[in-house]
């Protein structure tokens, strides 16, 4: 079964706390994410962003699919 994701215009801030709070990844993620945005460039590290093939090889090699 195929659920797809639904976009939505604004943030749902209560969840970005509450998974802030439960994840220090998430949390570090957000910090970074919010210095850049001021310094309006990017100096923190985030993950690749892979092409499709490079996807389904990634989830494979890591047995996720």
Do not use: C, Q
Not at 21 to 49: A, G, Q, W
């Amino acid at each position: 079964m195929h659920f797809p994701a639904r976009g939505k215009e604004t943030i749902d801030w209560d969840t970005v706390n509450r998974l802030a709070e439960d994840s220090p990844d998430f949390r570090k993620f957000i910090s970074d994410l919010t210095e850049d945005i001021k310094l309006s460039k990017i100096k923190s590290n985030y993950d690749s962003v892979y092409e499709d093939e490079e996807l389904i090889d990634y989830l494979k090699e890591k047995k996720i699919i």
